[in-house]
Structure formats: C-alpha cells, structure tokens
C-alpha cells in the first residue's frame, strides 16, 4: 500500500517561495512507470494541477505556473518537493502530492494515491 504524506510551513509571506515536501513510503519514486504530482484546491475552487516529475525524473508543468515551479527528488529518502516562487495570496490552499501511472505514448492516468493534503496560506 503506497502512503504519501506532505509537509511543510503552513504560512507563507508573499513574494517568498513555497516549499512543501512529499515523503513516499510502501512504494519507490523511481519505479517504473509511476509519475509523482502535486495538485492544489483553493478555497471555494476546483482542484488545480501544478506538475508532476516522473521515475525518470523528467518534470511538467502547468503553463500557467512553470515559470514560477520547480518539482524535484530526493531519492535517498524517497521524497519529491515542490517549490513556488514568487508567491501572491492566491496560492493560499489545500496542497496534494499524489501518485500516478504513465504510459508510453505520454498519455497518464488520474492519481490514484493521495496525501491527505496539507494547508497553506499566503499573508503578511
């Protein structure tokens, strides 16, 4: 059973990056063909994608965020982490990390494994 759990500061100052870490456990991050995610849900919104990194460690992004997002591993300890930069009150949100299956023709599944989702806000 794969068990995902987000940290990080709950509190952000604007302009500041955001910076939450994903740690994996029943499962490896390089395993083939799972791809790592992190998905967000404003309050009072739909869930928004932000990006993914896959076993390989290739990452993709939002167009919306990519200039702003980084997604990296630490393989060591089986964690993924999330960086957002520059951020404004509208990153304030529920954040997921979330694993998924890739397929060869680059298409992928929905996640089908979740974190329980870890708050944070943006504010001075």
């Known amino acids: 059973q794969v068990q995902l759990q987000e940290s990080g500061p709950g509190l952000v100052k604007p302009s500041q990056t955001l910076s939450l870490t994903c740690t994996v456990s029943?499962?490896?991050?390089?395993?083939?063909?799972?791809?790592w995610s992190w998905i967000r849900r404003p309050p009072g919104k739909g869930l928004e994608w932000i990006g993914l990194?896959?076993?390989?460690?290739?990452?993709y992004y939002s167009p919306s965020l990519t200039s702003r997002t980084s997604i990296s591993t630490d393989t060591s300890n089986n964690q993924f982490s999330l960086h957002l930069s520059s951020v404004t009150p509208e990153a304030t949100a529920v954040y997921y990390c979330?694993?998924?299956?890739?397929?060869?023709?680059?298409?992928?599944?929905?996640?089908?494994?979740w974190g329980q989702g870890t708050q944070v806000t943006v504010s001075s």
């Open positions: 979330a694993r998924g299956r890739l397929y060869y023709s680059g298409s992928f599944d929905p996640p089908d494994y």
């Open positions: 029943g499962g490896s991050i390089t395993t083939n063909p799972y791809y």
């Open positions: 990194i896959d076993y390989g460690g290739n990452t």
